[in-house]
């Protein structure tokens, strides 16, 4: 009877031992490979951390670590993003026109006076809409000899492509230069220093 028990021990022992060993040698989802487990698995009920030098980073900074898709993904958007940044936007789009005429009245003028400045435009092209038939937003900026502004003026469309307006000359008397800069439908054009005026002093 006694040696019945202990042949059953016997056997029920082996049949542990053998499904533990068949569990030791598991196959990694992650690696398709089959490697043996059975260090890990004496590690831990040893109570000995599994990696050799642990790591500072969290489980989920670890998965996302050995994740290729996820850096492919980051390095995607971050693509995207450079993408549209505001500077490889487009720049803003030249009008095709041409400044026929631009002219100053009276030119010398006086020291604190008015002075009319007109400016003409025209295409550069036969296209017709060169020209936004719709009024243009166009306006002179008055520098002096130094580059520093003195004087800034609205240009009206008065008919057809010839605008105008009138500059207070306040300014000391000395040579000054217009930069005329036009601009409709999201596209405009400046005109550097294409007009001088020159400014005498008051009697």
Do not use: H
């Not at 605008?163 to 596209?187: C, E, F, Q, R």
Request: with cysteine; charged share 15%; glycine share 4%.
């Amino acid at each position: 009877m006694t040696k019945s028990i202990i042949l059953m021990v016997l056997v029920s022992i082996m049949v542990i031992v053998s499904s533990l060993s068949f569990n030791a040698f598991a196959i990694c989802k992650t690696c398709g490979a089959e490697e043996d487990w059975s260090a890990s698995a004496n590690n831990f009920l040893e109570g000995k951390p599994i990696n050799d030098t642990p790591s500072s980073l969290s489980n989920p900074q670890q998965n996302r670590l050995r994740n290729s898709d996820f850096d492919s993904n980051l390095l995607k958007e971050a693509t995207a993003k450079s993408a549209n940044s505001p500077n490889n936007l487009v720049a803003t789009s030249t009008l095709n026109i041409s400044l026929k005429d631009i002219n100053a009245m009276p030119s010398p003028v006086n020291s604190g006076s008015p002075v009319m400045i007109t400016a003409s435009f025209g295409n550069n092209s036969s296209d017709s809409q060169s020209i936004p038939a719709t009024n243009m937003t166009v306006y002179a900026t008055i520098k002096n000899s130094a580059g520093v502004e003195v004087g800034k003026v609205n240009l009206e469309r008065t008919s057809g492509e010839e605008y105008a307006g009138i500059w207070n000359a306040n300014p000391a008397a000395g040579v000054y230069k217009a930069t005329i800069v036009a601009s409709a439908l999201g596209a405009s054009k400046t005109f550097n220093d294409e007009l001088q005026i020159d400014v005498s002093k008051a009697a």
